[in-house]
């Protein structure tokens, strides 16, 4: 099958973004202009699993540093549909990640429910699958997709790719002593709510970073409008090197908070999650 057009996920303007972004989230500006970003309703991102084929460096779903198998019951979807439809919520986009999404084991379950759920309640939902495009596996499940979605991919290859370095922590750096980690940052608004296996968070990287911190913060259901999720931003944007302005990397950087936490984490193993 013809490969997608590649996504770029660093861009000049994005930096600049990030640059932009780090001066407003100091303490003193947001005492003087708010926070910038609230959780969205418009779009949606789903992680439907942490298994990926793939072992990249500085994976913002730890998939490298902390590997699992862990999936999201079908229940979990079907849920977030029926909660959408009674809250009258109309995604604008729903996307579809991991780890690699096309390895979750009831792939084309999950898509028919999504399929039926376009069809019969939100014709104008755009949904997204993206995957990295790599190995047999996943190759096989993106033949046999149904049509009306659609793919997106950076075309990962390899294990060196040009991340920001999600684990170098910003409190392990002095530079963000004046942060104010409640703000979040541009994604909330880019990719929308995060529903992942462990519950909804203001961003589904935040989902990845409590499998591995374990605090357990994940909304069980669907969250209000009125919800600002400023204890999950307060927690998890500290340890998250999206967070305001980093140059972007090709090798593995780890910080000390994340060393420590991949460390606690192999020693407890991950959390079974049950909705
Ligand atoms: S393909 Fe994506 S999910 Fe898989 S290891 Fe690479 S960055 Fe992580
Ligand atoms: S956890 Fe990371 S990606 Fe999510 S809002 Fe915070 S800084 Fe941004």
Not at 9 to 33: E, G, K
Not at 77 to 102: C, H, N, V, Y
Not at 138 to 158: A, D, N, Y
Not at 235 to 263: D, M, N
Request: glycine share 6%; aromatic share 12%; net charge positive.
């Amino acid at each position: 099958m013809k490969p997608p057009r590649r996504h770029r996920n660093i861009t000049v303007r994005r930096l600049v973004m990030d640059a932009y972004q780090f001066i407003r989230a100091q303490s003193f500006l947001v005492d003087m202009a708010g926070r910038q970003f609230r959780p969205g309703f418009e779009l949606a991102e789903i992680d439907l699993t942490y298994k990926c084929n793939l072992r990249c460096f500085n994976c913002n779903r730890s998939c490298r540093q902390a590997p699992s198998d862990m999936e999201m019951p079908v229940s979990m979807i079907a849920a977030f549909i029926r909660d959408s439809m009674e809250r009258k919520i109309q995604w604008k986009r729903i996307r579809l990640l991991g780890g690699e999404p096309t390895l979750h084991s009831n792939i084309f379950e999950i898509l028919d429910l999504l399929l039926r759920y376009r069809a019969d309640h939100n014709p104008q939902v755009r949904l997204v699958l993206c995957t990295n495009y790599f190995g047999r596996a996943v190759h096989r499940v993106l033949e046999k997709l149904p049509p009306g979605i659609i793919i997106k991919s950076t075309l990962k290859h390899s294990l060196e790719n040009f991340f920001k370095p999600f684990n170098v922590a910003p409190v392990d750096r002095p530079f963000n002593r004046f942060s104010d980690y409640s703000c979040g940052c541009r994604i909330i608004a880019e990719c929308g709510l995060g529903v992942t296996p462990l519950g909804y968070y203001m961003c589904a990287i935040a989902g990845g970073i409590d499998r591995i911190f374990q605090y357990g913060l994940g909304r069980k259901s669907l969250p209000e409008k009125s919800d600002p999720m400023t204890d999950q931003m307060s927690a998890f944007c500290r340890l998250c090197g999206h967070f305001g302005f980093q140059w972007p990397v090709k090798t593995e950087k780890i910080s000390p908070t994340w060393q420590q936490a991949y460390r606690n984490y192999r020693k407890t193993g991950s959390r079974t999650i049950s909705f």
